[in-house]
C-alpha cells in the first residue's frame, strides 16, 4: 500500500514555469513505477509522463515533450513534474500514480494508486 500527495500546482501565465512533487508513503518506494496523468474539465484522464523504478527509462505524451521532464528521488520518496513553457491547454487536474512494476505504463488502468490532483492553472 502506499499513499501519495501532489502539490505544487497553481497559478500561471502562459509561457510560465511550475514543478509539480508527488510525495509517497512507505519505505517501498523504489520498486514503483511512476506516472503523471491529467485531466482538464469534460475530458479522459490523460497520460503525461512516466518513469522507471530507478529513474532511467522516462516516456512523455508528444505534446509535452520538449517542455515537460518527470524525475524522481528515490531517498525523499517523491517524484517531480517540471513544467516549462506552459500553454492554456496545460490546464487541468494533475495526478500522480504508482504501480509496483519494472515496466513504465502509459494506461491509466495500468496503475494501482492515485493522488488526490492538484490543479494547474494556465492563463493566457
Known amino acids: 500500500q502506499v499513499q501519495l500527495v501532489e502539490s505544487g500546482g497553481g497559478l500561471v501565465q502562459a509561457g510560465g514555469s511550475l514543478r509539480l512533487s508527488c510525495a509517497a508513503s512507505?519505505?517501498?518506494?523504489?520498486?514503483?513505477?511512476m506516472g503523471w496523468f491529467r485531466q482538464a474539465p469534460g475530458k479522459e484522464r490523460e497520460f503525461v509522463a512516466t518513469?522507471?523504478?530507478?529513474?532511467?527509462?522516462?516516456y512523455y505524451v508528444d505534446s509535452v515533450k520538449g517542455r515537460f521532464t518527470i524525475s524522481r528521488d528515490n531517498a525523499k520518496n517523491t517524484v517531480y513534474l517540471q513544467m516549462n513553457s506552459l500553454k492554456s491547454e496545460d490546464t487541468a487536474v494533475y495526478y500522480c500514480?504508482?504501480?509496483?512494476?519494472?515496466?513504465?505504463?502509459?494506461?491509466?488502468?495500468?496503475?494501482?494508486?492515485w493522488g488526490q490532483g492538484t490543479q494547474v492553472t494556465v492563463s493566457s
Open positions: 500514480a504508482a504501480r509496483s512494476s519494472s515496466y513504465t505504463y502509459t494506461a491509466p488502468d495500468k496503475y494501482d494508486y
Open positions: 512507505g519505505r517501498t518506494f523504489s520498486s514503483y513505477t
Open positions: 518513469i522507471s523504478r530507478s529513474g532511467g527509462s522516462t
